[in-house]
T-cell receptor, first 113, second 116 residues
């Protein structure tokens, strides 16, 4: 069965510092991986996805993610965090039996000035 | 352009009542998904439609839950005999293709259901 894990419930970063939000996955075939962000009282917003190709995927708002097959990881990164990046971040994997997404538990990112 | 819309944004009901939650997907999107998100958790899949038919309803928790998409656009999630454990945010998403497509899903703002 497909699954993703986000080992950190919360990540705290100072504004201007690089940030990393971790995600590991378990799949039976090729991994199709996604990152979404959720701001308070709003729906999920798509950030980026990995389907195939380059291991470094660039997405919205300056975010990028690094796909690492040997470590089965897909960590979300940003070189310089902004206070406005504070939100809940979800990693997800596409189910290989259809289009549904399987989400991790989420990581709350807090960026302090 | 218009995104996915969901109505109502909030629904408070009493235990045992029937509720309907509506989702209006992005125009032209053939796939429509329903998820449920409990506090502090990631969204959990309920059902998805490809066109008018339910392609996968494996996430529906029991037979009190049912969803329809009669014309391949708007979808309604129906919950009978609501229970307090049904309280959650119900999210709808749409995309161009499910199955063989790997397109991202676009989510609506959700309906917060509270069962008293």
């Amino acid at each position: 069965a497909q699954s993703v894990a986000q080992p950190e419930d919360q990540v705290n970063v100072a504004e201007g510092n690089p940030l990393t939000v971790k995600c590991t996955y378990s799949v039976s075939g090729n991994p199709y991986l996604f990152w979404y962000v959720q701001y308070p009282n709003r729906g999920l917003q798509f950030l980026l996805k990995y389907i195939t190709g380059d291991n470094l995927v660039k997405g919205s708002y300056g975010f990028e993610a690094e796909f690492n097959k040997s470590q089965t990881s897909f960590h979300l990164k940003k070189p310089s965090a902004l206070v406005s990046d504070s939100a809940l971040y979800f990693c997800a994997v596409r189910d290989d039996q259809g289009g549904k997404l399987i989400f991790g538990q989420g990581t709350e990112l807090s960026v302090k000035p | 352009g218009a995104g996915v819309s969901q109505t109502p944004s909030n629904k408070v009901t009493e235990k045992g009542k029937y509720v309907e939650l509506r989702c209006d997907p992005i125009s032209g999107h053939t796939a429509l998904y329903w998820y449920r998100q409990s506090l502090g958790q990631g969204p959990e899949f309920l059902i998805y439609f490809q066109g008018t038919g339910a392609a996968d309803d494996s996430g529906l928790p029991n037979d009190r839950f049912f969803a329809v998409r009669p014309e391949g656009s708007v979808s309604t999630l129906k919950i009978q005999r609501t229970e307090r454990g049904d309280s959650a945010v119900y999210l709808c998403a749409s995309s161009f293709l499910a199955g063989g497509g790997y397109n991202e899903q676009f989510f609506g703002p959700g309906t917060r259901l509270t069962v008293l």
